[in-house]
């Protein structure tokens, strides 16, 4: 079982920034992609970025070039850096992080903190 903590959300204005963070413990030597997703109300969760353990990422690309994924491995913490932050950003982030076993593949989710952009 992995289990995830994510922390670092609040509320921030337009134009700001905010630094996520999502911890991993448990059994987690077979996980390879760590990610972050969102979902606002009424809409479908959607994802924000997502980083292998092999270092390859992608991004919605609402977010490129605004939004940073890192990962430190000696954490077991996967980073989501946010800048430029608009009101369309705000939503309930989740960390995710999947694994790859022998029979089967696992998703695992955070509890999700929630990031409000607003004057």
């Known amino acids: 079982q992995v289990q995830l903590m994510e922390s670092g959300g609040g509320l921030v204005q337009p134009g700001g920034s905010l630094r996520l963070s999502c911890a991993a413990s448990?059994?987690?030597?077979?996980?390879?992609?760590m990610g972050w997703y969102r979902q606002a109300p009424g809409k479908q969760r959607e994802l924000v970025a997502r980083?292998?353990?092999?270092?390859?990422?992608n991004y919605a690309d609402s977010v490129k070039g605004r939004f940073t994924i890192s990962r430190d491995n000696a954490k077991n913490t996967v980073y989501l850096q946010m800048n430029s932050l608009t009101p369309e950003d705000t939503a309930v982030y989740y960390c995710?992080?999947?694994?790859?076993?022998?029979?089967?593949?696992?998703?695992?989710w955070g509890q999700g903190t929630q990031v409000t952009v607003s004057s």
């Open positions: 448990g059994s987690i030597a077979s996980v390879n992609t």
């Open positions: 995710n992080a999947v694994q790859f076993l022998t029979y089967s593949v696992r998703a695992y």
């Open positions: 980083l292998s353990s092999g270092g390859n990422s």
